[in-house]
C-alpha cells in the first residue's frame, strides 16, 4: 500500500491533509497533540530537503542509478498528464532522501474478537481507520499501548503517501529504486489521490487509486510495447488477487465466529449481544482460523510455482488489525474495475463518474460499488 497490493510487506499509502496552521488549534488532549506535532514535523522536514529533479539530473556528481530513475519519473509524469488525465500539477517534480526504508509507520487496531477496524478521527479529512507516525519508534509505543487496551495492532511501513494538494509531492527514496512497473503503480496511485477523494472513506479512496494506479501502470507498459514486462505484471496483478480473495474470505470466517454484522454500507460492526463462547474457546477457534489461512497460502504460492510475493506478509504475525489492511484496499476495487468497463476505459468519463459517487452518502456509494462488483 504496498502500493495497492502487490508489495504489502513495503507499505501502505497515508493520507495526509494537514493544514499546518489550523491543526494544532483544533485538536486537545496531550496523547493528540504530541500526534500531531510529530506529524508537522514530519512533513515540514519534508517540505525543507526537497531538491529540484531536474538540477539532480544535470548535477554530475548525482548517482547514475538515482539518476536514471529520475529520468524515468520525468516520463511517468508526463505519461500520467497526456495519457491518464491525472493533476500531475508539480508533484514529483522535486526529490527527498529520508535516510530510512519507509517514510511513514502506520498503526492500525481492531478487538480481539471483532474484524470492526478502530478508526481515528482528523480534521479536514473525517474519520480513517489508521495513524501514521513519521518515526517507527514512536509508532511502535502508540502501538503497545493499544495492545495494553486489549486490541490487536498492525504495524506497517509506508513507501509513498499523498497530502491531498495541500503540497507538491516529493519522490522519495523509499519508493525510486522499486521496478519501473511498481514506480509506475506508486506515481499513478498517488496521483489518483489527487483527482478524488471523498471525506472520511479510506476504503473508496484507497480501492479508487489502486484501481488507477495498477491500469495506469498496464497502459504504461503497452505504450512502451514490452509484452514481458506486461505479462509478468498483469500475472503480478492476477496473484494479488487471490492473495486478497483468500484474507477476505478469512475475514468473513472471523466475522461469523465473532457474531459481528454488516450494515447497510457492508462496514463490519462488533456485536452488542453477550457472547455465549467463553474467550478461550474463541479465541482457539480463531487461532484455528488463522493457521487454516497460513496453508491455504502455501497451497497458493505452490500453485504459483513458488512465486514470493506476499511471503513477507505472512512473515510476520497474523491478527484482525493485519487483515483489515488488506480489506481497506481491495474490498471496493472490483467494483471500481466495472465503472472503468461501464465507461468503455475512458479514464476522464470513468473519474467523472467516480467523482460523483465521492459525493453520496458513505452508505448509498459502497453499497452501489459492491452491487456492481459482484
Not at 498517488?190 to 477523494?197: I, K, M, W, Y
Not at 505452490?302 to 489492511?325: P, V
Amino acid at each position: 500500500m504496498i502500493r495497492g497490493l502487490k508489495n504489502m510487506g513495503r507499505g501502505r499509502k497515508w493520507v495526509i491533509a494537514l493544514s499546518l496552521g489550523v491543526v494544532l488549534l483544533a485538536v486537545s488532549g496531550c496523547q493528540t497533540l504530541s500526534f500531531y506535532k510529530q506529524a508537522i514535523k514530519g512533513q515540514y522536514q519534508l517540505l525543507a530537503h526537497r531538491q529540484p529533479i531536474e538540477k539532480l539530473i544535470a548535477d554530475p556528481q548525482t548517482e547514475s542509478r538515482l539518476k536514471q530513475k529520475l529520468e524515468l519519473l520525468q516520463k511517468l509524469r508526463a505519461f500520467a498528464d497526456h495519457d491518464l488525465k491525472l493533476p500531475v500539477d508539480g508533484h514529483y517534480s522535486k526529490y527527498v532522501d529520508v535516510h530510512r526504508p519507509f517514510v511513514v509507520w502506520n498503526v492500525e487496531a481492531a478487538p480481539e474478537f471483532s474484524m470492526e477496524p478502530k478508526s481515528w478521527w482528523y480534521p479536514l479529512v473525517g474519520s480513517l481507520e489508521y495513524r501514521g507516525y513519521f518515526s517507527e519508534e514512536n509508532a511502535n509505543k502508540y502501538a503497545a499501548w493499544l495492545r495494553s487496551k486489549g486490541y490487536d495492532v498492525y504495524v506497517g511501513g509506508v513507501e509513498a503517501y499523498s497530502t491531498l494538494g495541500w503540497f507538491k509531492d516529493p519522490a522519495l527514496n523509499t519508493f525510486i529504486f522499486n521496478s519501473e512497473p511498481d514506480l509506475a503503480e506508486t506515481i499513478f496511485h498517488e496521483l489518483g489521490h489527487q483527482r478524488v477523494f471523498a471525506r472520511g472513506d479510506m476504503d473508496f479512496n484507497e480501492a479508487f487509486a489502486t484501481t488507477v494506479g495498477q491500469e495506469g501502470a498496464r497502459r504504461w507498459l503497452l505504450a512502451k510495447d514490452d509484452k514481458t514486462a506486461s505479462e509478468k505484471y498483469l500475472a503480478e496483478i492476477q496473484r494479488t488477487r487471490e492473495f486478497a480473495a483468500l484474507i477476505m474470505a478469512t475475514r468473513e470466517q472471523l466475522e461469523a465466529i465473532y457474531g459481528d454484522a454488516r450494515n447497510e454500507a457492508g462496514k463490519v460492526k462488533a456485536t452488542t449481544r453477550n457472547r455465549e463462547i467463553p474467550p478461550d474457546h474463541l479465541r482457539e477457534q480463531k487461532q484455528r482460523i488463522l493457521d487454516d489461512l497460513q496453508q491455504k497460502f502455501a497451497q497458493l504460492k505452490q500453485r504459483w510455482g513458488g512465486e514470493t510475493d506476499h511471503d513477507q506478509w505472512f512473515a510476520r504475525h497474523i491478527n484482525n488489525a493485519k487483515l483489515n489492511s488488506v480489506a481497506a484496499y481491495y474490498d471496493l476495487v472490483p467494483g471500481f474495475e466495472h465503472l472503468l468497463a461501464l465507461n468503455g476505459g475512458d479514464l476522464e468519463t470513468f473519474y467523472q463518474s467516480a467523482e460523483r459517487l465521492a459525493q453520496k452518502p458513505k452508505k448509498e456509494r459502497h453499497q452501489w460499488l459492491r452491487t456492481l462488483g459482484k
